[in-house]
């Protein structure tokens, strides 16, 4: 009998711990991502084979798929397959424990990281705080309000790491202005021929991220740029030499026409014809210098015209296809058309020289073909390009009368032992003081800015049309360059000549920034504030979360990734350990957690979408009547024990 009653108490008490287990299944029937337990019973030992009674085994969690709820919250996560999220309980001496857990109902903290509904962060591969900015603005690394047009954004998946390159510009349509005319033939572009190239870069720029998207692995190469030489016939001061004549040259299938220029030669213009040999003074007579003249002028407009081509750049050069004004140079006839859009090529067809009913054949030459870069290198290539176009480069112009003069604008004489000289960020170079005429005195004081080893790498200065300009040497870098002209001791400081100075491109700010999130890197709390990151002068954006756990913030159209998500998987996930809170902690049954790095998980991730409790509220009602029964008939056992065993003691008396 008193076995009995001690069988009885075992079934009563396995019975209680199955109650207690089907209550809490019930409790968590509306938990996110709960997992329904279920108990498993074992009798006990044997004694003259009859069993003692029963016992509870183990009271394991059923890690099957929960349905998936479509919440159209944009922090709601869920997994679908095997795997869990981690999260990590940081306090406040700095330790933390890591965590997994089925419930995706994050949100963001005060801090800016992911966080679960207990404000536990949760874990995963963040972004890297080393960014690659390329910036015109030394003083600005990240977006801000002045960067309003996107220039492009594109997603990069490696087998390890993501990579986001996100450019923006400020709105080069209202900072492009058109060169000065009075830079003829240097590859001068007016307003709208500066925002067809971008607009023409930009599409180049997308394009080279998108093929480099495409395919990761691919090798990188840079994208070098086409460029040709035309060069007219020039025979003799009788050729081109009426309002009649013409010069033209077919590029992509379009014939670009220049008519001849007529305009007078000045008296420097002539000198320069005598001492280059080209005419005979007192011989050659003014229609003659007039007919060189405007053929130089016919030149260069040709060159201006051919640079209003979308992606093109045309100037006059000399004998060694350098670029030059010079008129000596000019009048050779040649011209050479380069690309400015990387990889891209451009057809150059007739060229020819019309004068009268005479048309005589030109020749075209090209030096480098248009070839296509790839993967890194290439998009590189197309972003230098758009940027230069984008900010382009200072251009101080200076007037030669304007330099040699006084403070209120008079006309000087300039005299041996007169200099100019020229100052930058405390570094000055002045011309040879034995010179004698101002135009050599400007061209020494080029020669010396370009040969010195401080200056050359801030600036290039240059003679174009007889003015000297001098001109940043980094696309966006802006200087303060100081021309002072020194005459009989008196020191006069001149100003640039603000109609004629300008900027090769667009004047406008440009900024590529290439985040990355390594995959090989420890896992660590995923930062959401996108000035946090350094990514931008604002913070939030909007999130989302695409199938392999990565996480997306967009601001003003540019997505920018900042982490993906940590998936967690065991070798026995019955091993491990509920702690409350949705949380369970791995245990040497579970094994450690294993995680894919190749941007697949093995798990499909669910936006927006919660996972539900696979407690069964029906299941569980009919099981707690079963185990209500079976409690009932352990107690039944009890009492009925109890009653013979008091009949046998009263037996006894």
Not at 362 to 391: D, F, I, P, Q, R
Not at 467 to 492: M, P, R
């Amino acid at each position: 009998m008193i076995s009995a009653l001690w069988t009885g108490i075992a079934g009563l008490a396995s019975q209680q711990t199955a109650l207690d287990n089907e209550s809490n299944n019930i409790a968590n029937v509306n938990t996110v991502g709960y997992k329904a337990s279920r108990v498993s019973f074992a009798d006990l030992m044997y004694q003259d084979s009859i069993g003692k009674g029963a016992s509870v085994t183990s009271a394991e969690k059923q890690y099957t798929q929960g349905s998936l709820n479509l919440t159209g919250s944009s922090y709601d996560v869920a997994l679908d397959g095997d795997g869990f999220f981690v999260v990590s309980n940081k306090n406040f001496s700095g330790t933390s424990e890591n965590y997994y857990t089925r419930a995706g109902n994050f949100r963001m903290g005060t801090n800016g990281t992911l966080q679960d509904s207990s404000g536990n962060e949760v874990q995963g591969w963040a972004v890297s705080s080393a960014l690659n900015v390329t910036s015109t603005n030394s003083n600005l690394t990240s977006f801000t309000d002045a960067f309003s047009e996107i220039a492009g954004n594109q997603v990069i998946q490696f087998s390890n790491k993501i990579e986001t390159y996100a450019a923006k510009m400020s709105d080069y349509t209202t900072s492009a202005k058109s060169d000065s005319t009075e830079l003829s033939g240097s590859g001068i572009k007016d307003q709208s021929a500066k925002i067809s190239d971008i607009e023409a870069l930009i599409k180049n720029y997308t394009s080279a991220l998108e093929s480099y998207a495409e395919n990761p692995d691919q090798i990188s190469s840079i994208s070098s740029a086409q460029s040709n030489i035309i060069d007219y016939p020039n025979t003799g001061v009788s050729s081109l030499d009426s309002e009649s004549d013409q010069i033209y040259v077919y590029i992509n299938g379009n014939k670009i026409t220049q008519n001849y220029i007529s305009t007078t030669a000045t008296t420097a213009f002539k000198a320069e014809m005598d001492a280059a040999g080209i005419t005979t003074s007192g011989t050659t007579t003014d229609e003659e210098y007039n007919a060189l003249a405007s053929r130089v002028a016919t030149y260069k407009s040709l060159a201006d015209e051919i640079s209003k081509i979308t992606g093109l750049k045309a100037y006059t050069v000399d004998s060694s296809n350098n670029a030059s004004t010079s008129n000596v140079d000019v009048l050779n006839g040649t011209i050479k058309i380069d690309s400015i859009i990387p990889g891209t090529s451009f057809t150059v067809g007739d060229v020819a020289e019309v004068s009268g009913t005479t048309e005589q054949a030109g020749t075209k030459t090209t030096l480098t073909n248009a070839v296509k870069g790839s993967g890194e290198a290439g998009v590189k290539s197309a972003m230098e390009a758009l940027k230069n176009a984008v900010a382009g480069s200072q251009q101080d112009v200076y007037e030669t009368a304007d330099i040699i003069s006084d403070d209120n604008g008079n006309a000087l004489s300039f005299n041996t032992g007169d200099t100019i000289s020229f100052t930058l960020n405390g570094v000055t170079v002045t011309s040879d003081s034995t010179l004698t005429d101002s135009s050599s005195a400007i061209q020494d004081l080029v020669t010396k800015i370009n040969s010195d080893a401080t200056l050359q790498t801030q600036v290039e200065a240059k003679i174009i049309n007889g003015k000297l300009v001098v001109e940043a040497k980094n696309a966006g870098e802006e200087f303060s360059g100081v021309i002072s002209f020194d005459s009989g001791g008196t020191t006069y400081t001149k100003e640039k000549n603000a109609d004629l100075s300008g900027n090769t491109g667009a004047n406008a700010e440009f900024m590529q920034i290439v985040s990355t999130v390594d995959q090989t890197s420890s896992l660590s709390s995923l930062q959401l504030k996108l000035n946090s990151l350094g990514l931008t002068d604002s913070s939030f954006g909007e999130f989302s979360v695409d199938d392999s756990g990565v996480i997306t913030m967009s601001q003003d159209g540019v997505d920018f990734v900042v982490g993906q998500l940590a998936i967690a998987q065991f070798t026995n996930n019955i091993g491990l350990e509920a702690v409350g809170n949705n949380l369970l902690a791995a245990t040497k049954d579970s094994g450690n957690p294993m995680y894919s790095i190749n941007n697949n998980n093995g798990v499909a991730v669910n936006s927006q979408t919660l996972e539900l409790s696979t407690a069964d509220l029906s299941e569980s009602l009919v099981n707690l009547m079963v185990f209500q029964r079976a409690f009932e008939a352990n107690s039944k056992s009890i009492t009925t024990a109890d009653e013979i065993l008091q009949t046998l003691i009263g037996l006894k008396r």
